[in-house]
């Protein structure tokens, strides 16, 4: 199976740090995609974890534990543009790339 | 912006209808995938192409069908369409050997 699990909604204040978690199963993994999406609009590309271990792009951070099936997505000195739908997918397509996206978490920042 | 691109934007239509979505990939990209996103469910993966051959099929129904041509382009055919086919449809395109995908802006498909 490729099922992955993320909670189905934050909130969380302007300025703050969140943390958005997100669980999948192991077998057949390569790899753990992140993207934006605001309502209505395409998702973008955050970050893309293939290895165990913290990326730091900016004030967005992915964190990967292959032998855990866990990932999450760390924003900082978080903006009201940051509020939008996280999306986690898992790249199981080996030659294929296809992606399998869980139903996302939407991100409420408030002031 | 993605560098992929969509027509239509929206789209209405009644059911039973039948109609073609395009997608145009970023410049140099190979490899194009259609997505299904409803608002009951995340997205969801349709099929994959990569130069002009079908590579990977998810979850798509037989009423639906898609195509590469030779310029790259692709197109997804909706066909004997029902209310519950109403969603938005993204195409996204990536490159050899490179795993990230890009996303359209996506056509918004109502069916009436």
């Known amino acids: 199976g490729q099922n992955i699990d993320q909670p189905t909604e934050m909130t969380a204040t302007e300025g703050a740090i969140v943390q958005i978690n997100c669980t999948y199963q192991?077998?057949?993994?390569?790899?753990l995609f992140w993207y934006q999406q605001h309502a209505g609009e395409a998702p973008t590309f955050l970050s893309y974890?293939?290895?165990?271990g913290l990326e730091e792009k900016g004030r967005f951070s992915s964190f990967l534990s292959r032998s855990k099936g866990y990932s999450y997505l760390l924003l900082k000195e978080l903006q009201m543009k940051d509020s939008a739908s996280y999306l986690c997918?898992?790249?199981?397509?080996?030659?294929?790339?296809?992606?399998?996206f869980g139903t996302g978490t939407l991100l409420a920042v408030q002031p | 912006d993605s560098g992929v691109t969509q027509t239509p934007k929206h789209l209405i239509t009644a059911t039973g209808q039948r109609v073609t979505l395009r997608c145009s990939p970023r410049?140099?990209?190979?490899?194009v995938y259609w997505y299904q996103q409803s608002l009951d469910q995340g997205l969801q993966f349709l099929i994959q192409y990569y130069n002009g051959e079908e590579r990977a099929k998810g979850n798509i129904l037989e009423r639906f069908s898609a195509q590469q041509f030779p310029d790259l382009h692709s197109e997804l055919n909706l066909s004997s369409l029902e209310l519950g086919d109403s969603a938005l449809y993204f195409c996204a395109s990536s490159a050899t050997r490179e795993e990230t995908q890009y996303f359209g802006p996506g056509t918004r498909l109502l069916v009436l």
């Open positions: 410049s140099g990209d190979l490899s």
């Open positions: 974890n293939v290895l165990d």
């Open positions: 192991t077998s057949g993994f390569n790899g």
């Open positions: 997918a898992d790249n199981y397509g080996g030659a294929t790339n296809k992606l399998i």
